[in-house]
């Protein structure tokens, strides 16, 4: 989802967004990182080393921040501090190969007066390729929070905007102590969308931006090869300093790659168009649709980053029992399209294609069912492994010091208490750039409220949310829908007094473990919201997530029966 910050519409919202939701999964605070000696020793553990590579009983000696040894029988350090692996599963920590979370949107130039929306300048077309994803990047936003907790160490991160909207660059979710900046420029982000102008601006087609990328690109071969003439030899003209042109150079010369997102088959083979007219390096981001990708993935070397996101099953998994034919043959076709959806990545893996995951479009809430999904469909667990680590690292070029867990990378690691794909698997600890985050575990397995009882969801929820705007609250009713739920959620109306409503969309019972989205309407603007947490003995408490504008705390208690009839 992309949000355009506009102060005058965040300012009806602020009193909302600090007032409607936000859950911790039942862990402890992510602040708490400890690296009090820099050393720590990991002992007794079961480490996958890489994707097929598997040590019992090994012990990982980390020192500032690298891995110093991993092995048996090795001699701890008088300085560690020791955390005891048995029983628990150490894995490489998780690479994102794109995503947006953190980065905010820049504001749009204001139009001059004689502005021509037939040629407009390369800002108001959203056509800024030199831009850096760091100016807009916050290193605080609560949500990086939350992707850490599900085991992310490294991520690389994309600029919001236009057509070319700048440059990415590559994090680590480390400590506050650092900026936790691996590398800069690392790939000129790319997309076949309009500019933020609005309509009838050029290029407003997709067409037109492939003309336009066609144009820029050409032209900066030109300038580039100018440059290197006028710097070499005498009697030529000075050449112009274009910043738009320059900041294709690093493409050119194919020291970084252009990273197009694409959403559909339709787009992929554009973008390999275009890569095959020019001959730059290509990643694709979003692919879907492999029958038909496959073969344009091939032809053009292009690497793959694949969202873990998929579309809601509640269509999927229902019961046709007492419907016509012909709505029982709608709905097959849709359980059929699922379910070749659920299967892409297994398509890539038997096509000998590595990928990488990346979390764009993604929720950090979903992210291992629904790759539990794809393996229940073709995806192999190593395969799945290494789209969340070695593979992205080679991506992104970054495989020298992360990806797998070797003496002398990165200390980063996700530990859990199951082996990682499993449905009990809970993250325990993730080791981010040396720092080491605890987060609470439970031994539910089942859908219990914390007294071993079955999570009933169904009935009216007062909620509350204690915020720097003060204490504001609404109700959560629930209904039973069949296997599923489906809901409504109350708010404070931004746009004046009073309530509005919104219908609880995605709603996802797992163990004790409740999430779900909503959409508020304000300004002119649909803002989806995110809300996930946990439910103990009738009380449910956790987070909302609303874009680049952050988390917040909830608070919700079920009411009694006798109120909820």
Known sequence: MNIRFKPKVFSSLFYLVFCITSISFGQSDPTGERRVTGTFAIT?????????????????????????????????????????GDSLFVYPGFIDGATSI???????????????PSNPPDEFAGITPWRSVLDHYDIKNSQINDWRKVGFTVAQIVPEGGMLPGKSA???????????????????AARFRSTGGGRGMYPGTQLGIMAKFRDLYKNAELSSQHMRLFASNSGLSRPEINKTLEAFFPVLDK?????????????????????????????VAGITDMDFALDAIKSSNAQVLVSFRLPNDKTANSNTEGLSDEMKARTQKVKDAYI??????????????????????????????????????????????????????????????????????????????????????Q???????????????????????????????????????????????????????????????????????????????????SGNNLSFTFNVSAGGMSLEVSVSGEITDGDFSGSMSLSEFGSFPFNA?????????
């Open 44 to 84: 007794n553990a079961t480490v996958t080393i890489a994707p097929g590579k598997t040590q019992q009983g090994a012990t990982i000696i980390i020192k500032n921040g690298l891995i110093e040894a991993i092995g048996s029988n090795l001699r701890i350090p008088i300085d560690a501090q020791t955390i005891k």
């Open 170 to 188: 590559i994090v680590t979710y480390g400590g506050k102590e650092s900026n936790n900046i691996l590398a800069k420029n690392t790939a000129l």
């Open 255 to 283: 020291s970084i790659p252009v990273l197009y997102e694409v959403s559909n088959d339709l787009e992929l083979r554009r973008a390999v168009m275009l890569q095959k007219e020019n001959g730059f390096r290509l990643v």
């Open 557 to 565: 208690v079920k009411k009694p029966n006798h109120l909820n009839q």
């Open 427 to 509: 993250i325990k600890y993730v080791v981010a750039d040396g720092y080491v985050f605890e987060y609470e575990v439970n031994n539910k397995k089942s859908n219990n409220n914390g007294n071993g009882k079955a999570v009933d969801l169904s009935g009216i929820w007062d909620y509350t949310s204690d915020t720097p705007a003060g204490s504001s609250g609404g109700t959560m009713e629930i209904k039973r829908d069949g296997t599923s739920y489906k809901g409504t959620i109350s708010y404070d109306n931004p746009s004046g007094s009073g309530k509005a409503s919104s219908p609880m969309n995605n709603i996802i019972l």
């Open 340 to 425: 070749q959806i659920l299967g892409e990545a297994g398509k890539l893996e038997a096509a000998g294609i590595p990928f990488g995951f990346t979390s764009l479009g993604g929720r950090s809430n979903e992210m291992y069912k629904n790759i539990r999904l794809m393996i229940a469909n073709g995806l192999s667990e190593n395969a799945a492994l290494a789209a969340l680590t070695i593979n992205n690292a080679n991506i992104l070029g970054i495989q020298k010091f992360a990806g797998t867990l070797e003496k002398g990378k990165l200390a980063n690691m996700v530990i859990s208490t199951a082996p990682l794909f499993a449905e009990e698997a």
């Open 102 to 116: 953190g980065v905010l949107r820049p504001n749009d130039p204001e139009r001059p007066a004689n502005f021509d």
